[in-house]
């Protein structure tokens, strides 16, 4: 998800002044069951100066996420595997006491427990985890889950690749690659899921296995959209590397009363433009921005290669928006790691998330949604009362071209082929200060999102596919992949986790037992 950048600088501000990273569950202390001291009393035998408790400055670091909804809640201990060995020797230890844990990459997910326990469970935090390296003939990157998108970006803007990666800096890799992963590159290549060689992986048992098409297919094919929780741990991944050099971005801001003239622009766009030019990429933004007069609507626009010959040169596919007068409008060439800084989202707020999929055929459909959108925006910045509160409807493109991609090295888990293309994938997503309003925020959210849904359905325009890295849990990711795909998953997991013992320990995304 990515903001506007005349607000993410004043939200920076904001989030600076706000951030305080305390966890209040942590002193409740005296309420866990006894296994759960024994847990990381365990752990620190074991695994010795890598396990972190409350009332540390390390702790409060490692309790340090995106969204507030999950650094409100803190776990018994933090544990910070150096090493996969050591990552084998938490899971063994946790399993055998079976101890309820958590597993933070980024820590970008927004909603409470996705990557962090409370005081009844321990989190693994995999920061330590930094391999990153480049193959010698440059097709392959080895990277660990303790890397940012920035990390990565950094060493290969230096080396020239690029991989079909996370958009923004400070986004997690383990989280994005696993839940699918929208790119600049998605146009030619599909999601960052689909450009993986190999995964590296901690099964419950403690045993290291890897899974690429040809080492246990079965278990590659369910990494590809299928979360880890169901899984194992991912330790290292091996990603597809190609040459790329700056990309071109132009970043164009519209008062809110012409989106109905934008939205054709975009859904033209989505059916017709992008399939085109694979080497185009773009998403749509509505959200209300006091600073900027109330309602505005964004649209972001890359493209990679050929790169155009000057900034101010506007690749043909994102010509149509150019006679529509913007408040603000900024076009640059620069490396990756630039542009994933310029859309960077600040910490200190609470986040949600939710989505659905439907056609992208219909202009209408998605223009009729502004309505529903700008009266639940009205109702949540009432409710906030003054404090600060931005509701965003986006519309992120999954056009013909990028399903397409997808269906490589035997498709992915998602579920989705050309035919039921080209879609557009509705993120509803709520930044906001006041935490006592986060019921009433997430009710509003889901209530806005069942009336987009039927108003989908009663035009036969529905499609259901939820996006596992931008859902809520009351959404039925898993499910939404359909029923053939959820039994072969289910059987995956049956197989490397004979027991079951993930779905009952580890608490985070989505899960296959419910
Ligand atoms: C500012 C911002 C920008 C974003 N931009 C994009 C974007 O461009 N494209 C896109 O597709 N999505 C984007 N997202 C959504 C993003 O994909 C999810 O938030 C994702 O969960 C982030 O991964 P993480 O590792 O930071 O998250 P975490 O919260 O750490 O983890 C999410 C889940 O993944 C699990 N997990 C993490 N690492 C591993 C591992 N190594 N092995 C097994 N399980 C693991 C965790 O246990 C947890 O269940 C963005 C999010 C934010 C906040
Ligand atoms: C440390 O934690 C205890 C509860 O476990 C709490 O009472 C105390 O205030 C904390 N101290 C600091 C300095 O945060
Ligand atoms: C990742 O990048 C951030 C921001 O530049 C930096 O602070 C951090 O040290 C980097 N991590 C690694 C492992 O290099
Ligand atoms: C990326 O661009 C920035 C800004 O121009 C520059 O400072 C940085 O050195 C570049 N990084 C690489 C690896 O070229
Ligand atoms: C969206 O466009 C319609 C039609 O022009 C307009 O009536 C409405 O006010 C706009 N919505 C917002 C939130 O600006
Ligand atoms: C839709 O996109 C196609 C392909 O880019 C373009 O030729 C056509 O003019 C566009 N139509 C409208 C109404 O913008
Ligand atoms: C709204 O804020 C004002 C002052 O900022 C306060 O007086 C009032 O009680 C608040 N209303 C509610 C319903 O919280
Ligand atoms: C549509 C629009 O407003 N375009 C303007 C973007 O900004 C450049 C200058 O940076 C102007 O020349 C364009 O007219």
Request: glycine share 8%; aromatic share 10%.
């Amino acid at each position: 998800m990515i903001l506007p950048q005349p607000q993410s600088l004043f939200l920076c501000i904001t989030a600076f002044l706000l951030s305080a990273p305390t966890s209040t569950l942590a002193d409740t202390h005296n309420n866990k069951p006894p296994s759960l001291e024994n847990a990381c009393t365990v752990l620190s035998t074991a695994l010795p100066g890598l396990v972190t408790f409350p009332n540390t400055t390390l702790y409060a670091l490692e309790n340090t996420y995106w969204s507030t909804r999950q650094s409100a809640l803190g776990p018994a201990c933090f544990v910070t595997p150096k090493t996969t060995a050591h990552v084998s020797n938490t899971l063994k230890i946790l399993t055998s006491l079976r101890q309820p844990f958590s597993v933070k990459g980024g820590g970008h997910a927004a909603f409470p427990g996705a990557s962090n326990s409370d005081a009844n469970g321990v989190t693994i935090d995999l920061f330590r985890l930094t391999t990153l390296s480049i193959s010698s003939d440059r097709k392959t990157v080895s990277v660990g889950p303790g890397n940012r998108w920035i990390n990565v970006s950094t060493a290969l803007d230096e080396a020239g690749l690029a991989v079909v990666g996370g958009r923004v800096a400070d986004v997690g890799v383990g989280g994005l690659i696993l839940g699918g992963g929208i790119s600049y590159f998605s146009g030619a290549r599909g999601w960052a899921c689909d450009n993986v060689r190999n995964y590296e992986v901690v099964l419950s048992s403690g045993k290291v296995v890897n899974a690429s098409p040809s080492t246990n297919p079965d278990l590659y094919w369910a990494l590809r959209g299928g979360a880890g929780t169901n899984f194992g741990i991912v330790t290292r991944f091996d990603l597809v590397s190609f040459e790329q050099g700056p990309l071109w971005y132009r970043s164009q801001i519209f008062p809110g009363a012409l989106n109905a003239t934008i939205i054709p622009i975009f859904q033209n766009l989505t059916v017709k433009g992008l399939p085109l030019d694979r080497e185009a990429h773009t998403y749509f933004v509505m959200t209300h921005i006091p600073a900027l007069g109330g309602f505005i609507v964004l649209s972001d626009q890359f493209r990679s290669t050929p790169l155009p010959p000057s900034p101010q040169t506007i690749p043909p596919v994102f010509q149509p928006f150019n006679p529509i007068p913007t408040i603000f409008n900024s076009t640059i060439v620069a490396n990756i790691s630039t542009i994933s800084k310029a859309i960077d989202a600040p910490y200190g707020f609470s986040q949600l998330w939710l989505n659905t999929a439907v056609s992208a055929t219909s202009a209408a459909l998605l223009s009729d949604f502004v309505p529903l959108y700008e009266s639940y925006a009205n109702t949540l910045i009432a409710k906030a009362n003054g404090t600060e509160i931005t509701p965003y409807l986006i519309f992120q493109p999954i056009p013909t071209n990028i399903l397409q991609a997808m269906q490589v090295n035997g498709g992915n888990t998602l579920g989705l082929t050309p035919s039921d293309g080209p879609l557009v994938i509705v993120q509803l997503a709520v930044t906001w200060a006041d935490s006592s309003i986060n019921e009433f925020v997430v009710q509003e959210a889901k209530s806005l999102l069942g009336k987009i849904e039927a108003l989908a359905k009663k035009r036969k325009l529905y499609n259901g596919f939820v996006y596992m890295n931008y859902a809520e849990p009351s959404q039925d990711v898993l499910g939404s992949y359909g029923k053939e795909n959820l039994a072969r998953l289910r059987k995956v997991a049956r197989k490397y986790d004979p027991q079951g013992v993930l779905q009952k320990l580890w608490r985070g995304y989505f899960k296959l037992d419910g």
